[in-house]
């Protein structure tokens, strides 16, 4: 195909969350388009299969606990320069707002928001990130959008990746340096297992998908987003947050 705008043959993808679910998939579909992944994540076993998976040659492994910076300092310091991130990786959990305390900020704020930001801060600072590269965080709908039940902490987590991309996006457009997020209703990935445990029986999640006019989401709709953008075709895009819900909020 000639002067295919999504294409990612030359680029440089640093890959988070990538032994599971959605970054799993970002680091597969982005391979298929032409580009050179580096995955993380910390579970060595899922994370290997993922990179046999992967298409093409040059791609890098890189085990690493992105709560702990030194895990990420070590990360940025193994890396070359750099086309792009999709930072996948999260956790989930549902708190109940009279039964938090901090230890359970710490938690979700850890991974959800502190890893990306520190991440973010080192690769800028230590000049991995190439003119025109492009910064993608999945956030989730429940961010800014729709609330639920247990969710308050989670939601404070991504609304505030949300805030951070923007200021990310405006202090980097010199080097035009693009950030946006991704903003996901329920994909079928195992933190949907885990929230789809909270609702239990069968029938409840058949109940609960018919919110969704689309049904609910694959990995692969996010992935195809993220490549969207990373590649040249989302040149004039940044500070934005693109919303996935299968047509969720339409109704
Ligand atoms: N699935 C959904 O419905 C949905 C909706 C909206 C937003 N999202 C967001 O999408 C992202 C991916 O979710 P998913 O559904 O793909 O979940 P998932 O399958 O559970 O994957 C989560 C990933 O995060 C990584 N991770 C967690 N803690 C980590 C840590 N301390 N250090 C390094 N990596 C860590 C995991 O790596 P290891 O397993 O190797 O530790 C795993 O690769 C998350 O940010 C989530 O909030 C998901």
């Not at 320069?81 to 979700?108: S, W, Y």
């Amino acid at each position: 195909m000639q002067n295919n705008p999504f294409s990612l043959e030359g680029k440089t993808i640093l890959i988070t969350g990538a032994s599971s679910g959605i970054g799993r998939e970002v680091a597969i579909s982005t391979s298929k388009m032409g580009a050179k992944v580096i995955i993380t994540g910390r579970n060595e076993e899922r994370l290997k299969s993922t990179f046999n998976d992967l298409l093409g040659d040059g791609h890098i492994l890189l085990s690493a606990d992105l709560t702990q910076e030194e895990d990420i300092t070590k990360l940025v310091n193994s890396i070359s320069q750099i086309n792009g991130v999709v930072h996948c990786a999260g956790i989930l959990q549902p708190f109940p707002i009279k039964f938090i305390q901090k230890k359970q900020i710490d938690t979700m704020f850890n991974i959800n928001y502190y890893s990306a930001v520190l991440l973010s801060s080192k690769l800028l600072k230590q000049k991995k990130v190439l003119e025109k590269a492009s910064l993608v965080f999945v956030t989730s709908i429940s961010g800014t959008h729709q609330p639920y039940f247990g969710g308050a902490l989670y939601a404070g987590s991504k609304a505030a990746i949300e805030a951070f991309s923007k200021g990310l996006a405006l202090e980097n457009s010199g080097q035009k340096i693009r950030s946006n997020c991704i903003s996901p209703g329920m994909i079928r990935t195992p933190i949907f297992d885990e929230f789809i445990g909270y609702i239990s029986v069968d029938d409840n999640v058949k109940a609960y998908e018919k919110n969704y006019p689309l049904g609910f989401g694959e990995p692969v709709d996010v992935a195809n987003a993220a490549i969207y953008l990373l590649s040249d075709a989302s040149k004039w895009v940044t500070g934005s947050t693109i919303i996935m819900d299968g047509g969720l909020m339409v109704r």
